[in-house]
């Protein structure tokens, strides 16, 4: 069903904003070592972040070894170029770049005599209207699910991806959806955390990001893969080239925060 799409668990790489925590994991054929890179370019900040790391072995936890000393451009559509600076080990940041709807950004990062590129557009900005936290009307009615209230453009393609956090505490279940079937509709969509009580007092907020195909495919062959149990993991299709693991993103961003009853 497009209106709710939820998967768990397994991804290589961290939720790209928000956390500073790895999160999500995925064993990827036992290949420990190759480059990860997660960039973010969003249009709420004039900080920007790149993070450079190596894979490791699943059963190595969260020890993700930093890479350092890489050279970290983007570009924009005008050629001006953005440096980020390593702030600490293995991530690259700028305060001189705020994303702009529309606009198509280039990353490229040096690492010794290997030069890696990807390239995507900001969409449109698309806001949250609000979100909610509900009893559902039937099975576990101590479950609550989490709403979210916005309205789909009817002149434009979409793709979304939704990151719940509970108490500051970013989840580790993904969410993500397109217009196919909903194009210019009101929308109210279901969000079913995976094995989460959420109790009276707890704080959640839902950021929606606006991602382009290329970004929203990368996260759907990943929830493609964790709704087929049992089938080897593979690598997502990044936009990045020369192939390596992870994906650059340049998206809007909007979020909303509610108290539970």
């Known amino acids: 069903m497009k209106h709710r799409i939820i998967i768990s668990s397994i991804i290589i790489l961290t939720a790209f904003i928000s956390s500073c925590e790895k999160v999500i994991d995925i064993q990827v054929n036992d290949e420990v ?52 600076v390593e702030t600490e080990a293995g991530t690259y940041k700028t305060q001189q770049l705020k994303g702009t709807p529309g606009e198509t950004y280039t990353m490229e ?57 509970l108490n500051d505490k ?16 009101k929308i109210n969509l279901t969000l079913r955390p995976d094995d989460l009580d959420i109790f009276p007092g707890d704080r959640i907020r839902v950021e929606m990001l606006c991602v382009d195909k290329t970004v929203y495919n990368y996260w759907y062959s990943l929830m493609q893969q964790s709704a087929n149990s049992g089938v080897t993991p593979s690598n997502p299709p990044t936009n990045i080239s020369p192939t390596t693991l992870g994906c650059f993103s340049a998206h809007t961003f909007s979020t909303k925060s509610v108290q539970v009853d």
């Open 170 to 185: 970013q989840l580790k279940d993904i969410y993500t959806v397109n217009d196919d079937f909903n194009n210019g509709n």
């Open 109 to 165: 990062v040096r690492i010794d005599q290997d030069k890696y590129q990807a390239t995507s557009q900001m969409p449109q900005i698309v806001s949250l209207d609000s979100i909610s936290v509900e009893k559902p009307k039937f099975g576990d009615k101590e479950k609550r699910n989490i709403k979210v209230f916005y309205k789909d453009p009817a002149d434009q393609i979409n793709q979304y991806r939704f990151i719940v956090f």
């Open 33 to 84: 070592g190759r480059l990860v890179i997660e960039g973010v370019i969003n249009n709420t900040t004039t900080e920007q972040e790149i993070k450079l790391s190596r894979n490791a072995a699943f059963s190595g936890g969260n020890n993700y070894p930093a890479v350092r000393g890489a050279t970290v451009i983007v570009r924009d559509q005008k050629q001006q170029e953005y440096i980020f």
